[in-house]
């Protein structure tokens, strides 16, 4: 009965966005730290972007500041990604998770991970 879903990858040209849904099942969403995780091939994972749950800050990682925002409905229990301005080297798979009593960066850097998703493909590509 828990369970997360992501959806909204696809195959995308240079410049364009994208917007990846995480719809967090059986989860009272607000409670928890929430992020994006990437794997991109031949690379380990990376935390793009989390939210702390309990003062609200937000970390980006550096390749994606200015173009990606994290966000969040806990009412409908769903974490979004929005993308934009991708480049190639996004190209990866796209993980959202959930995290608790961690601070953003801190859950960024892969600590306290409770739930992952299976993955969403995103593919920047001309």
């Known amino acids: 009965q828990l369970q997360l879903v992501e959806s909204g990858g696809g195959l995308v040209q240079p410049g364009g966005s994208l917007r990846l849904s995480c719809v967090a099942s059986?989860?009272?969403?607000?409670?928890?730290?929430i992020g994006w995780f990437r794997q991109a091939p031949g690379k380990g994972r990376e935390g793009v972007s989390c939210?702390?749950?309990?003062?609200?800050?937000?970390y980006y990682a550096d390749s994606v500041k200015g173009r990606f925002t994290i966000s969040r409905d806990n009412a409908e229990s769903t974490i979004y990604l929005q993308m934009s301005s991708l480049k190639p080297e996004d190209t990866a798979n796209y993980y959202c998770?959930?995290?608790?009593?961690?601070?953003?960066?801190?859950?960024?850097?892969?600590?306290?991970?409770?739930?992952w998703g299976q993955g969403t493909q995103v593919t920047v590509s001309s």
């Open positions: 939210a702390s749950a309990h003062d609200g800050r937000l």
């Open positions: 059986g989860f009272t969403l607000d409670v928890y730290d």
């Open positions: 998770a959930l995290a608790r009593w961690r601070d953003a960066e801190s859950m960024c850097a892969g600590h306290g991970i409770t739930e």
